[in-house]
């Protein structure tokens, strides 16, 4: 089921002009209407560490998916995932500085660092985002995922 989209409604024609090894035809056409079996890609868990020292706070994200990431798609995969700040709206922009997968595709670790430092005044938030669609995640079959997953994570 390579590359067959998700939720479309396919045709297949044969002709009556279509013959067998031995030359016999169709009596008539036929045509038929079918779906593919593939579903979405999920995002299975989600596992984050924060470490902090004095100024420097970073976060250690693995994204398991529900199955192998495409060789093709690791980079778009990485690429469609990020870290937003959301509150308040003065923190820094983390920016990633390490990516690894795991043997078969299934887990990507991410290191995340420039995080602002919540402290015992200020609490800062951040947003964990993997977006969704075709040029993101997909696997060997093509199935991407269907919703966009985000969360939310306090510094």
Request: with cysteine.
């Amino acid at each position: 089921l390579n590359n067959w989209e998700i939720d479309t409604l396919y045709n297949l024609k044969v002709l009556d002009s279509a013959c067998d090894l031995e030359g016999k035809k169709l009596f008539s056409s036929k045509e038929y209407f079918f779906t593919s079996f593939n579903q979405f890609l999920q995002v299975s868990n989600i596992d984050y560490t924060i470490n902090s020292t004095d100024d420097v706070v970073t976060c250690n994200v693995d994204i398991t998916f529900s199955s192998p990431v495409s060789i093709d798609s690791l980079i778009q995969t990485v690429e469609s995932i990020s870290f937003k700040p959301i509150f308040p709206l003065s923190i820094s922009n983390p920016y990633l500085e390490e990516v690894k997968w795991n043997e078969n595709r299934t887990i990507v670790s991410l290191q995340w660092s420039g995080f602002s430092k919540s402290s015992d005044e200020t609490e800062y938030f951040y947003k964990l985002i993997i977006s969704t669609g075709k040029n993101g995640a997909k696997n060997d079959v093509g199935e991407y995922l269907q919703e966009d997953v985000c969360k939310i994570v306090k510094m």
